[in-house]
C-alpha cells in the first residue's frame, strides 16, 4: 500500500483527465478537492488489487448528472437551503454502509476522469484505501457501462446524495438501464448532481471484475505530461509514448463546437480542421454523449467505443473537456486502444457501436485504421 503526495495524485488526476475522453468529470474542480484535503492534512492509500482482502466490502462513490446548469426553478426551489459540508459521494457512501450494517473498507473510482477525485475524497475522508483499478479503464456516459455489468456483479444496493443532504437507497433494480434512469432523475430533480454510491462487493469478486492498475497508469501518463512541459518537449508526444496502441488522428484547430443537455447527457460536435491541410482534405468530427463515440473524416470511421478519443491542447498536451472545446483551439486528437474487457463478446454489447445505434462491424473497421 502506497501514501500519495500531492504531486502523485496529481499526476494521477491529468493522467486520468486524459483517460477521460472529453468527459468523466472536471480536472479543475478534482484538483480543488485534492488540494483541499491535503491541505487538511488527509492523505490517499492506494492499495494494489492483490492487497485487498477477499472478505472486504468495497464500493464505487461518484457523482452522476450532467454539466448543464439545472433549471431556473430547480435553483429557486432550493435557494434558501444550505449545501452539506461533505462531497455527495461521502455522504452517499455513509447512507449505503449504514444500510449494510457493515463497514466499507476500500473504495473504487468508477471511471477515470476528473471524477476519480470523488473516489479520492472518500477514501481519505473515510481513512480507507482507494483501490489501483476500475471497473471503466475510461469515462464512461451510463452507470450500465461497467465491467462489473460484463461480469455479473449487483449495481444494488445502491445509496443516491444530494448535496442538501437527501439520500436514498435503492434496495433492487432490474438492470442497469433502470439504475441509470433511477439516478439520472435524481440528479435532474437536484439541480443536475447527485452523488452515487454503488455495486458493494467483496475482495474476492473485485478481483474478477475490474481492470487493475488503471491509476498508476493514469499516473504514468499524467507524470509524462509534466515532465514534458517541464523540459520544453512536446507533451502530446510523450503522452503518445506513455500509452501502448495509441495514436495521433489530428493535429488541428476546431472550427465547431457545439453541445446540448439532453436528458440528463451532454450531446454534441466538434469539427476540427488539419494545421497543414492538403488540398481537399477532410476535416475530423467527434460526436460526444458526455464521452467522444466516435471519430470521422468523413465517411471513414477513425475510431469508435469502446476505443478511447481524447482533445488534447496542442501546446500543453492538456485533456479538454467536450463542453469547453471552443473554436480557433489548437489541438490533436489521441485514440487509445479499448481495455480488453470491452472488446469482449459481452463487453461490445454494452459499450460497443451499438449502443450509439452503429454495427458492431465498424469497431472492426475502424480499429487500428
Known sequence: MRTLTLQEVE????????YGTGGGGSLEEALQVVRTMYAAGKRVKLAGLDEIGDDWLIASPYYVGSVAPPDPEVVKRFAELPVTADEVPTTALRALQAYLGRPIQAVIATELGGNTACAMETAASQDIPLVDADPAGRAVPDLAHS???VHGVSIAPFALASRYGDTAVVTAVVNH???????????????????VCDHPVDGRRLKQ???????????RVGRAMRLANERGESPTEAILAAVEGSRSLIDGV?????????????????VIEPSDAEQGELPVTLWFRNEHMIARRGEQILSIIPELITVLDQKTGMPILNPDCTPGMEVTVVTFPAPAAWES?????????????MSRQTYAAGKGR
Open 147 to 149: 465491467t462489473f455489468h
Open 11 to 18: 499526476d494521477m488526476l491529468h493522467g486520468a483527465a486524459i
Open 177 to 195: 438501464a433502470h439504475a441509470e434512469m433511477i439516478a439520472r432523475n435524481f440528479a435532474i430533480l437536484f439541480g443536475n448532481t447527485a452523488g
Open 345 to 357: 463478446d459481452k463487453g461490445l454489447s454494452i459499450f460497443g457501436p451499438e449502443y450509439i445505434g
Open 254 to 270: 476546431i472550427r465547431e463546437a457545439d453541445w446540448q443537455d439532453v436528458k440528463g447527457f451532454t450531446e454534441g460536435q466538434v
Open 209 to 219: 471484475s475490474v481492470i487493475a492498475g488503471t491509476l498508476t497508469q493514469a499516473e
